[in-house]
């Protein structure tokens, strides 16, 4: 199978937010000299042009302009023809010479993170700068001739109400980005919202219904569900996520990135400079498939089951798709067994009882 994303793993942020899991430290001093220092070799050493490269992390422009600039420069050699090029960036370190290094790097695509336009909803989850600084990132990244942007929403924080959710896409539709992925506020062990449970979380009922009323609002609005949790304006689908959730195969640098290469997932270790390369086990198979793909709208389809496997969607999985559809979490069709919104809310028992 050919590898035609690459995923780039920055793991520094300017301060950690209470709710998150992934991996990254605060930055400070000459901590990423050596992370980005072995990435720009590696990436020097790469031979494939990608078709998609997501650059991620951490905050990937919280790091000193120099060190930025050689991670893009060494990325951008990686590139096709057509490559979609993400970074995500926080709207904060968004300035001019961010931007216009973006443009020059040839980056195509920016994500931005928003999470909530209420700053009492910001400062609950630790995000820095105000509504009025994403505005400004926006406008710096339209100047520079970058227009194709994603916003990370949260739908779920503490004291969010109806209301407050409606702010915050209102909000977002006005700015008018092509795509946007809304997330529900989950506590992972060992965050610090997991030591200490914020006051005012949404119960899951509470959630839920943000959660749809989100949806209903993105669909009103001109934008399109096409997974659980993202969204888009026409022909704006993040194509380099796709490729996770079709089960195609990414190359990735970085400490903690997870690849997909030559049949077989791995990761490399959580160490900022001497990482290292472990094996996961066998990837593409069946299960895992129809997994990933059942958190697309389009779901599971028939005729791409023959084109990958040479068969279609299982009888067993048809007929365990039934009792979900009559409780209104699956739609099933000749060619294709989908989740429904509700379903969505519920993806991961429900795609589990699918499988099972
Ligand atoms: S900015 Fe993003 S990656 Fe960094 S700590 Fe906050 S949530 Fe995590």
Redesign the pocket.
């Known amino acids: 199978m050919k590898t035609k994303s690459l995923y780039i793993h920055i793991p520094f942020?300017r301060?950690?937010?209470p709710?998150?899991a992934?991996y990254?430290q605060r930055i400070r001093g000459s901590a990423a000299d050596g992370c980005t220092e072995r990435i720009v070799r590696e990436l020097e050493a790469e031979t494939r042009k990608y078709n998609t490269i997501y650059i991620g992390?951490?905050?990937p422009t919280c790091l000193p302009p120099e060190k930025l600039r050689g991670i893009l420069c060494a990325a951008a050699k990686c590139k096709s023809a057509s490559c979609e090029f993400t970074v995500e960036a926080?709207p904060t370190d968004v300035t001019p010479v961010t931007a216009n290094l973006f443009a020059d790097s040839g980056v195509n695509r920016v994500s931005l993170?928003v999470q909530s336009a209420l700053a009492a909803e910001r400062r609950a989850l630790?995000?820095r700068g105000s509504i009025e600084d994403i505005e400004a990132a926006v406008a710096e990244l339209h100047g520079a001739g970058i227009t194709n942007l994603s916003f990370d929403v949260m739908v779920g924080i503490p004291g969010q109400t109806e209301a407050s959710l409606n702010e915050t896409l209102q909000w977002c539709v006005a700015q008018d980005p092509a795509h946007i992925s809304a997330y529900l506020l989950e506590i992972y062990p060992g965050t610090q919202f997991a030591k200490h449970s914020p006051a005012l979380l949404p119960d899951e009922e509470a959630q839920a219904a943000l959660y749809l009323q989100m949806c209903a609002f993105f669909e009103t609005n001109g934008y399109m569900q096409y997974e659980v949790s993202n969204f888009c304006r026409l022909g704006f689908e993040s194509r380099h996520n796709l490729t996770y959730w079709n089960a195609e195969e990414y190359m990735a640098y970085g400490p903690s990135a997870h690849g997909f290469t030559a049949g077989r997932r791995w990761h490399n270790t959580e160490d900022l400079t001497a990482w290292r390369r472990e094996e996961d086990g066998l990837g593409g198979g069946f299960e895992e498939y129809a997994m990933l793909r059942l958190r697309l709208a389009e779901g599971l389809r028939e005729d791409l089951c023959y084109t990958v496997f040479g068969h279609g969607i299982p009888d067993k999985m048809r007929e365990a798709a039934h009792p979900l559809a009559e409780l209104g979490l699956a739609i099933v069709m000749p060619g294709s067994i989908r989740l429904t919104r509700e379903g969505f809310l519920l993806s991961n028992s429900v795609i589990g009882k699918l499988l099972s």
């Open positions: 942020c301060s950690r937010c709710y998150c992934f990254t992390g951490g905050t926080n993170g630790g995000r």
